[in-house]
C-alpha cells in the first residue's frame, strides 16, 4: 500500500460508513491529479518526497475527514431556544412545588434549630434530584428530536426575508404547522409518561406529624388500570406531533388520526369518569395522618368534586373539538389545528 492509499484509508477510517466509499474515491482521485500535475511541472517522475509533500499540503487526515462531516449537535442551535424555554418552565414549577412541600412541613412540625438544618438540607437534595431527573428526561428528548433532524422547520421560520406591507393582511395559512408547538407537546407528553410509569411514588400528599412524614398516595387502582390506555394514546399522540414536526403542514390524514386520538381520549375519560374513583385518599387516612376528620372529610368532598369536573370537562371540550374537527374535514375542507395543546 503505497502513502496515498494509506492517507486515504486513514481519512476513511473517520467517515461514515454509508458515504465513505464515494468520498474515498474523490479524494484518492483528486490527489492522483494533483500529483500528476505537480510531476508534469517538475519533468520528472512523482516519487516519495513528491508524495509527502502533497499530503503535507493537503492536510492532516482527520482535519480532512472533519471538512466532509456535517456539525453534530446533542441540541442544535435551531433547538436550544425552545429547550431552555421548557427547561424554566419546568425547574420554576418543580421550584415552587418544594417550597410548598417545605413549608407545609416546617408549619405542621415542631424544629431546633438543630432539626430545621437537617430539613432544609434533605428537603434540598430530593429538589435538586428531582431537577436532574427532569433536566435528563428533557434532553434526551431534545436529542431524539435534534436526531430526526425536527430543527430543520426552524429555518423557514427564523430567515431574515424582505418585510411588505402586504403581510399585514395576510391570512394565516391552515395547514402550516409552528415547530415549537409539536415540541411543546412532545416534551410535556414524554415527561407526563415518564412520571406516571416510573415515579408514580411522588404522586400524592405528604403529611408530617413530629418528625415522621406520611404519604398518602392520590391515584388509585382504578387509575393504573386505565393507565396503559393513557399510554397508548399518548405514544401515538407524540408520533402524531414527531411527524407534523418533520412535515410542517396537516394533511387530512393527519387530521383524521388527530380525531381518533380525541376520541380515544374521550372515552378514557368517560370510563374514569363511571368507574371507581382515580383517587387513592380518603378521609380514614388523612385523619390517621393527623388531620381532624372534618376537616378530611371537607378536603377530600373538594378533590373529588375538582376530580369530576375536570373529567367532564375534558369529555365535553374533546366532544366539541371532535364535532369541529369532522366538520371541518367533511364540509370546510381545511381547517386550523384541532386545540391539543
Known amino acids: 500500500m503505497n502513502l496515498i492509499d494509506r492517507y ?52 492532516a487526515p482527520d482535519k480532512v475527514a472533519e471538512s466532509y462531516l456535517p456539525t453534530q449537535y446533542l441540541i442544535g442551535p435551531e433547538l436550544y431556544p425552545i429547550f431552555t424555554l421548557i427547561l424554566k418552565i419546568v425547574f420554576t414549577v418543580l421550584g415552587v412545588i418544594w417550597i410548598i412541600l417545605f413549608g407545609v412541613r416546617v408549619a405542621t412540625s415542631d424544629l431546633t434549630v438543630q432539626s430545621f438544618g437537617g430539613l432544609l438540607g434533605t428537603h434540598f437534595l430530593q429538589w435538586m434530584g428531582g431537577l436532574i431527573s427532569a433536566f435528563g428526561n428533557i434532553v434526551l428528548v431534545f436529542a431524539i428530536l435534534q ?25 394565516p395559512e391552515p395547514d402550516e404547522v409552528r415547530p415549537w408547538e409539536p415540541i411543546v407537546t412532545i416534551v410535556f407528553t414524554a415527561l407526563g ?36 390506555w393513557i399510554n397508548v394514546t399518548w405514544i401515538f399522540g407524540i408520533g ?71 373529567l367532564a370537562i375534558a369529555v365535553i371540550v374533546g366532544g366539541i373539538e371532535v364535532v369541529k374537527g369532522v366538520y371541518d374535514l367533511l364540509i370546510k375542507k381545511t381547517s386550523p389545528p384541532l386545540l391539543n395543546k
Not at 426552524?154 to 393582511?169: A, C, I, R
Not at 415515579?199 to 382504578?222: H, K, T
Not at 375519560?269 to 368507574?275: K, P, S, W
Open 240 to 310: 402524531l406531533n414527531a411527524w407534523l414536526l418533520r412535515e410542517g403542514r396537516w394533511t387530512p390524514a393527519a387530521r383524521w388520526f388527530e380525531i381518533a386520538l380525541k376520541v380515544a381520549g374521550i372515552v378514557i375519560a368517560y370510563l374514569l369518569l363511571q368507574g371507581p374513583s382515580i383517587l387513592a385518599l380518603d378521609a380514614a387516612n388523612m385523619v390517621k395522618a393527623g388531620i381532624e376528620l372534618d376537616a378530611a372529610n371537607l378536603l377530600m368532598n373538594l378533590l373529588n368534586q375538582v376530580v369530576t369536573i375536570a
Open 147 to 171: 436526531w430526526v433532524n425536527a430543527g430543520k422547520n426552524f429555518k423557514d421560520e427564523t430567515k431574515e426575508e424582505e418585510w411588505t406591507p402586504e403581510e399585514l393582511t395576510k391570512e
Open 8 to 59: 486515504v484509508s486513514e481519512i476513511g477510517k473517520q467517515l461514515p460508513r454509508k458515504s465513505r466509499a464515494d468520498i474515498e474515491t474523490e479524494i484518492r482521485s483528486t490527489l492522483e491529479d494533483m500529483l500528476e500535475e505537480r510531476s508534469a511541472k517538475a519533468g520528472r517522475p512523482a516519487d516519495d518526497e513528491m508524495v509527502k509533500e502533497l499530503l503535507k499540503e493537503y492536510g
Open 193 to 228: 409518561l415518564v412520571l406516571l410509569n416510573f415515579y408514580p411514588q411522588v404522586l400524592g400528599i405528604y403529611f408530617f406529624s413530629g418528625d415522621v412524614s406520611v404519604f398518602l398516595p392520590a391515584l388509585s387502582d382504578a387509575f393504573f388500570r386505565m393507565l396503559p
